[in-house]
């Protein structure tokens, strides 16, 4: 699980796009706590502590405690919207996280032991379909990643979801179907060089049966001679 990361804020005493703008020319980042059966409470962050924070690569799969007004708020990013230039963070909305709170996250995937795989040290190609799972977990039991072992899968074989031992306190927020997560595939290449073997013979191969016609018309001719 990833360790909770701390990000100072102040309320925000004025809405609006002209007040968000200002917040921005100070460096700091408009934002809104919301959720568990409260008023949403419009706050403001430093923007490069936000930043800092954002290229740790988990901030979206991270606890937040938000440190308000002498309070510490536990609170789940849900969305960051970016600045379609500069890619600057715009905006943050922060969901409120209530004790023993379960709460849907995006978690990344890693697979492990690809050189176990002897489908892949054939020559196949791992297709992933999931770069990420769906999840509903414990808001203090959240993953980092989740390692999915391919040892021993040959060239065809499919990961499904219940083929996945999910760590505790988590479980698959998609459950109306065994959905794939990733195939072992021939590359294009292999397929098309064995297509061609098999559709093409040598254009100078003569099929068994002509070749056994003509040696049966050539001891014809010498008997006769």
Sequence with gaps: ???ALTLPAETRDRAG???SRALRREGRVPAVIYGGKEAPTPIHVEERLLIKQLDTGHFMNSIVE???DGKTVRTLPKDVAFHPVTDRPNHVDFLRLAKGAKVDVAVPVLFVNEEASPGLKKGGVLNVVRHELELVCDANKIPNEIE???TGLEV???IHISHVKLPEGSESAITDRDFTIATVVAPSALKRAEAEESDEAPADA???TEQ???DDSGEEEGGEG
């Design 1 to 3: 699980m990833s360790d």
């Design 17 to 19: 796009k002209g007040a």
């Design 66 to 68: 938000i440190e308000l």
């Design 148 to 150: 999915i072992d391919v």
């Design 156 to 158: 065809g074989d499919s």
């Design 206 to 208: 003569v099929p068994a």
């Design 212 to 214: 056994n016609a003509e």
